[in-house]
């Protein structure tokens, strides 16, 4: 345990890593040329048996896929203009040291965040997990930035150590439990003012009605301003850009 707490800290210390920007999301989101052959495959498969329950569902989760893919996009997009913030901000020769993006390092968004990094000419950390079921670290993670935890509280740590700024796209447990860790981090004033996106403003507003916390008085009317919704990279990315950068940016 204690390895876990002091490796990834002084090997980001030696990088330079000044601030990170964390992207969550779904590990089952793909990117849609891989959506679409999903879909392809899962139809074969029905008319092969078109009876069957089982593949029937598998269809149904074939379409949604294919419609969440477009989040894929969006995570790589926002990874890109943070990252390239991050370069222009500290000069290519530091390695892009400020609003790095970190991620779990698996597939899906992880994945996309990280890709949009690289894709930017710039540097991403993944903190990778230890599970039941294999999750190999995504290509796209700079290689001496990739680090496997066995304690997800020590993982969670690290997430939020030298975070200013979280975006989340749809995902399912693991991204709900990540949501509300920060949301209560925030109301209990741990991690300030870090602003906090939810990126998919229909699939957020379907899926939590934060609306009825506060009506029911079980939080303040005043932490539903912890939360900001988002639709596009662009302005996800200019909402974190507002709120985390002291000088504004270059037009």
């Not at 876990?4 to 992207?23: C, F, N, Q, R, Y």
């Not at 879909?39 to 379409?63: I, M, N, Y």
């Not at 975006?167 to 920060?182: A, R, V, Y």
């Not at 990279?233 to 000088?247: D, K, L, S, V």
Request: charged share 20%.
């Amino acid at each position: 345990m204690l390895l876990e707490i002091t490796k990834p800290d002084l090997h980001l210390d030696m990088a330079g890593i000044e601030s990170t920007i964390i992207v969550f999301g779904g590990a089952r989101i793909v990117d849609k040329a891989t959506a679409a052959a999903k879909l392809v495959k899962a139809k074969k498969c029905l008319s092969e048996d078109p009876d069957s329950p089982t593949l029937k569902r598998a269809l149904t989760h074939a379409k949604h896929l294919l419609h969440l893919s477009r989040f894929y996009e969006a995570a790589r997009h926002f990874a890109y203009l943070a990252s390239q913030h991050g370069r222009c901000t500290k000069g290519q020769s530091h390695g892009c040291s400020s609003h790095v993006i970190v991620t779990g390092g698996g597939p899906g968004i992880m994945e996309a965040a990280n890709r949009g990094a690289f894709e930017a000419g710039c540097r991403s950390i993944g903190l990778n997990i230890t599970l039941p079921f294999e999750q190999h670290p995504n290509p796209y993670i700079t290689p001496d930035l990739c680090f496997k935890f066995n304690y997800f509280s020590l993982r969670k740590f690290h997430f939020v150590m030298r975070s200013v700024g979280a975006i989340l796209f749809p995902g399912g447990f693991g991204t709900l439990d990540e949501l509300f860790e920060l949301l209560t981090l925030r109301q209990v004033g741990t991690k300030g003012s870090m602003p906090i996106v939810l990126f998919g403003t229909d699939f957020w507003t379907k899926l939590v009605d934060f609306e009825v916390l506060a009506e029911m008085g079980l939080i303040a009317d005043d932490d539903l301003d912890l939360i900001h919704f988002s639709d596009t990279a662009e302005e996800a990315w200019e909402f974190i850009r507002r709120c985390t950068c002291a000088e504004p940016e270059d037009s």
